[in-house]
């Protein structure tokens, strides 16, 4: 039984006023730059595979580098709103793995092994909405269930076409988007936090227990000893 006000789609029970539209119909597809290995290292801006896979959205600043013309730089160009999917992987699982710019990359460019999708003249979808639906179980069961297995998974543009993208209200992606950005940001800051303790924590270990760092009311010398002053040493039983 469904709900009122939802309505049963090829991707799930959604809201009524949501939308399901082919990926096709809202994006257009690019593949990305192919080059040698002595075109790497120097230049201008690249977004690697790797940054891909790792990344719900592009890094400030990119740390490839590659060697590419004007004309690369035009037409595999990085724009506000454009996703990139892992297209090529040695498992199903990691076909299809996104990553979304929220800024336009002036000068940078995009490796072969990844389609863009950029939004069709005139559509506007939110980029954070982007970000967080295309690395959703929702589209990573399309993107595992869809592509083709030979020696290699890979993602062509048949079957990107054929898969599909939930488009809710603008308000309700900023809304959505901008609450799982926050909450992303917050754990970010939490982990860079617990590290910094542990670091201390680790500091502290080794000052307290060398002596460099003394706890108040203690002024005795230390000692160092065997550890077999201290007691007796037994192996255990080895079982097959």
Known sequence: TIRPGYKQTEVGVIPEDWDVYDLSEIYDFSSGLSKGKKDFGFGYPFLSYKTIYSNHFIPDN????????????????????????????????????????????????FNGFAKRLRLKRGLKINPKYEGYFFRSNIFRRQASTVCSVTTRASLSESLLRSMKIIIPSPEEQEAIGDSLFDFDQFLISLEKLILKKKNLKQGLIQELLTGKKRLPGFSVEWEVKKLGDFGYFKGGNGFP
């Open 62 to 109: 990119l740390s490839d580098l590659a060697n590419t013309t004007s004309s690369e730089r035009n037409s595999s160009s990085i724009k506000l709103a454009d996703v990139f999917l892992t297209r090529t992987s040695e498992t199903a699982e990691d076909i299809g793995i996104s990553t979304v710019a929220l800024k336009d990359y002036h000068t940078a460019t």
